[in-house]
């Protein structure tokens, strides 16, 4: 039997304190519906480590021509990352707004082979997805909408950041009965490793989720 989900307590993994909701919330990107609208909104880039910078600017010839104009104006200013109100290094945005490395374009849903117009997308996924680099995107996005906060004794914590503009993901995790560290099942792989995955969903099951 399913336990109730106000009795489960944060869980450890490994070094890795992980909020209940991350086991116990459905959710499942819905692009048809969203359009990518979590790279536009908001007030502050995409968190980002100085090795992730790193790899960025190695690939900036690669995604630049995908750039806007402005885009490429604000990285000649001030570069692919800056520092926010919060001391957080983020992704550079565009008039406060979007990702300088969005870009619009048509997408093909996979589920039912229509097309998406206008969705907002990730020059640097994009560039992956094409076979043109070996590095994805920042693992800040990946995750999303889990957050990664680093402790100063060393643990790191995991939580589920709700947004109104995520409501259709929630509605399609629902329907699909997905739950959250399932529908992230490869990018908490890609920064955690696949031994903690498979004990965190040992942990999930035998909380009942």
């Given at each position: 039997?399913?336990?109730?989900k106000?009795?489960?307590?944060?869980?450890?993994?490994?070094?890795?304190?992980?909020?209940?909701?991350?086991?116990?919330?459905?959710?499942?990107?819905?692009?048809?519906?969203?359009?990518?609208?979590?790279c536009?909104?908001?007030?502050?880039?995409?968190?980002?480590?100085?090795?992730?910078?790193?790899?960025?600017?190695?690939?900036?010839?690669?995604?630049?021509?995908?750039?806007?104009?402005?885009?490429?104006?604000?990285?000649?200013?001030?570069?692919?990352?800056?520092?926010?109100?919060?001391?957080?290094l983020?992704?550079?945005?565009?008039?406060?707004?979007?990702?300088?490395?969005?870009?619009?374009?048509?997408?093909?849903?996979?589920?039912?082979?229509e097309t998406?117009?206008?969705?907002?997308?990730?020059?640097?996924?994009?560039?992956?997805?094409?076979?043109?680099?070996?590095?994805?995107?920042?693992?800040?996005?990946?995750?999303?909408?889990?957050?990664?906060?680093?402790?100063?004794?060393?643990?790191t914590?995991?939580?589920?950041?709700?947004?109104?503009?995520?409501?259709?993901?929630?509605?399609k995790?629902?329907?699909?009965?997905?739950?959250?560290?399932?529908?992230?099942?490869?990018?908490?792989?890609?920064?955690?490793?696949?031994?903690?995955?498979?004990?965190?969903?040992?942990?999930?099951?035998?909380?009942?989720?």
């Open positions: 039997m399913m336990k109730d106000k009795m489960i307590p944060i869980v450890q993994v490994g070094d890795v304190l992980v909020s209940p909701d991350v086991l116990t919330e459905n959710f499942c990107c819905d692009l048809s519906a969203c359009k990518g609208i979590c536009v909104e908001g007030d502050a880039g995409a968190p980002v480590s100085l090795d992730e910078i790193g790899e960025i600017e190695a690939l900036l010839d690669v995604v630049w021509t995908d750039m806007s104009a402005s885009a490429q104006a604000v990285v000649d200013r001030q570069g692919v990352a800056y520092t926010d109100r919060d001391g957080d983020v992704t550079s945005i565009v008039n406060g707004k979007d990702c300088v490395f969005t870009c619009y374009d048509d997408l093909t849903d996979n589920e039912t082979g998406i117009r206008g969705c907002c997308l990730c020059t640097l996924e994009k560039a992956y997805r094409a076979g043109k680099t070996h590095w994805c995107k920042p693992i800040s996005c990946a995750l999303y909408p889990i957050r990664v906060k680093e402790f100063s004794n060393g643990l914590g995991l939580n589920y950041n709700r947004w109104a503009v995520c409501s259709e993901a929630v509605k995790g629902n329907k699909l009965q997905l739950p959250l560290y399932r529908f992230l099942r490869g990018p908490l792989i890609r920064r955690f490793g696949e031994q903690w995955y498979d004990e965190l969903c040992q942990v999930a099951s035998e909380l009942g989720f």
